[in-house]
């Protein structure tokens, strides 16, 4: 089955500590995007990347960190510099090279108490 | 450099139209519009290329006016399947960033 696996579900972390979100993809798409979504506020980049080990700020990258050392994953990390980490993260990826369709993963709940 | 979506909620009865409009200070490349339904992904609908093109998904249409930089998604004869918030989402040319505005929650009543 071809797709965007986000693990896990829910996360729960203690204020101060880093915390790293999963975004694993079968679909061979080179681009991926970190996205952060809070009520009324719609999606947020936080972070993407168009090719391994390359990747471009979005706008809100303040606080997070990404890598990119294979092209199926792309983690993110919560660090403890973002000063209001709850949210609900997504994980998006797509064909490079044109306007083509961004396919989504099912999201994290990070509550951060 | 979020795109500005309109209205922020609508509130329709089954059967009736609506309009949600996406705008963008800078020139577009594309537009892409989403919806999601609560607790789930948002899931593709189209995408619009500068050029004015209409394209439609079922009772579902949208266009694009590269004058004004602004997109509208046209959602006709709404069906209690229509509920959820749609997004719209912008890309710039030689630019694979893809950004999204705050999002317009439409609900369809019976």
């Known amino acids: 089955d071809g797709g965007i696996t986000q693990s896990p579900k829910y996360l729960f972390r203690k204020e101060g500590q880093n915390v790293t979100l999963s975004c694993e993809q079968n679909?061979?798409?080179?681009?991926m995007y970190w996205y952060r979504q809070d009520p009324g506020q719609g999606l947020r980049l936080i972070y993407y990347s168009q090719i391994v080990n390359d990747f471009q700020k979005g706008d809100i990258a303040e606080g997070y960190s990404v890598s990119r050392e294979k092209k199926e994953s792309f983690p993110l990390t919560v660090t403890s510099a973002q000063k209001n980490p709850t949210a609900f993260y997504l994980c998006?990826?797509?064909?490079?090279?044109?306007?083509?369709?961004?396919?989504f993963g099912q999201g994290t709940r990070l509550t951060v108490v | 450099q979020q795109p500005v979506q309109s209205p922020q909620a609508v509130i329709l009865r089954e059967g009736e139209d609506a309009v949600i409009n996406c705008s963008s200070s800078?020139?577009?490349?594309?537009v892409h519009w989403y919806r999601q339904k609560h607790g789930e992904a948002p899931v593709f609908l189209m995408i619009l290329l500068k050029g004015g093109e209409q394209k439609g998904h079922d009772k579902i249409s949208a266009s694009f006016n590269e004058k004004k930089q602004q997109s509208s998604l046209y959602l006709t004869a709404s069906q209690l399947s229509y509920s959820g918030t749609y997004f719209c989402g912008t890309e710039f040319a030689n630019d694979y960033k893809l950004s999204f505005g705050a999002g317009t929650t439409v609900t369809v009543r019976a």
């Open positions: 800078k020139a577009l490349y594309s």
């Open positions: 998006a990826a797509r064909i490079s090279g044109g306007p083509t369709e961004a396919f």
């Open positions: 679909l061979n798409h080179d681009a």
